[in-house]
């Protein structure tokens, strides 16, 4: 068995008793539930949930549905060269 260390993590106390009744419900202590996720995390080596903002902001709700609506799209090039003549253009 690999050698064990200690981590410290600072969160909200309310959020702190929250997760830790959550641990108990499902028959797990803290510890385990962060091991858990560090482990997910190297293995994937990625986040193991989706992290977004919950809202997009105006600009981004436009540019969302500009995109489905195949608006204001860039055409396609077929190499980097013929892109930097465009832009250069």
Same mark, same amino acid.
Not at 28 to 44: D, H, I, N, Q, Y
Not at 71 to 89: Q, R, Y
């Given at each position: 068995?690999?050698?064990?260390?200690?981590?410290?993590?600072?969160?909200?106390?309310?959020?702190?008793?929250?997760?830790?009744?959550?641990?108990?419900?499902?028959?797990?202590?803290? %510890?385990? /539930? !962060?091991?858990?996720?560090?482990?997910?995390?190297?293995?994937? &080596?990625?986040?193991?949930?989706?992290?977004?903002?919950?809202?997009?902001?105006?600009?981004?709700?436009?540019?969302?549905?500009?995109?489905?609506?195949?608006?204001?799209? %860039?055409? /396609? !090039?077929?190499?980097?060269?013929?892109?930097?003549?465009?832009? &250069?253009?």
């Amino acid at each position: 068995m690999s050698q064990t260390t200690n981590i410290n993590i600072r969160m909200d106390s309310k959020l702190k008793k929250e997760f830790e009744e959550f641990c108990q419900d499902v028959g797990m202590s803290m %510890s385990t /539930a !962060f091991t858990l996720f560090a482990k997910k995390t190297v293995r994937e &080596n990625q986040i193991p949930f989706t992290i977004s903002r919950e809202i997009p902001n105006k600009e981004t709700l436009e540019a969302i549905e500009e995109t489905n609506e195949h608006k204001n799209l %860039s055409k /396609a !090039f077929d190499s980097v060269s013929e892109l930097m003549e465009d832009l &250069n253009a």
